[in-house]
């Protein structure tokens, strides 16, 4: 009877991993699984995709099909003759304000690059600050505490 069991027990096993062997195939062809299709083959197949060859020749004579075409450049003559003929309008330079073209704060581009690093910097200060102030306070100073936050919000106020 121990032998009849473990015989059982093998084929089971042997099922679970046909059952999950068929289950991959299944994911890997991204088609639903269901209990007939354990036990039968797959009837529906999904087709590769086909290779485009734009830039590449293939050596292989099979692949020579999938080559496309050389694209031929679109012909621009009649846009072309269009622009030289409103190029060959006079325009006027007085009637253009050159203050128009240039633009009204011509930093403005520093002042967004350097305003995130302002930023930081002036958050480092003002801990700096803050710690300068302990370190005083630690040292023995702490009856002119209020003779040092008024001393510190002056030097602040110089530097903006």
Partial sequence: MVIMDTAQGVG?????????????????????????????????????????????????????????????????????????EAGKEKIVLQDLDISSLAPRKPDWDLKRDVAKKLEKLERRTQKAIAELIWERLKQGNEDNLGAMVTMTDNRATEDD
Avoid: G, I, M
């Fill in 12 to 84: 089971s096993l042997e099922e679970q991993a046909l059952k999950r062997k068929e289950r991959l195939k299944n994911l890997k062809r991204k088609t639903p699984t269901s209990e007939s299709s354990a036990n039968d083959t797959p009837t529906e197949f999904v087709p590769l995709p086909k290779p485009k060859f734009r830039s590449y020749k293939p050596q292989d004579e099979s692949l020579q099909e999938a080559k496309l075409q050389d694209a031929e450049p679109a012909a621009v003559e009649a846009e072309v003759k269009d622009l030289l």
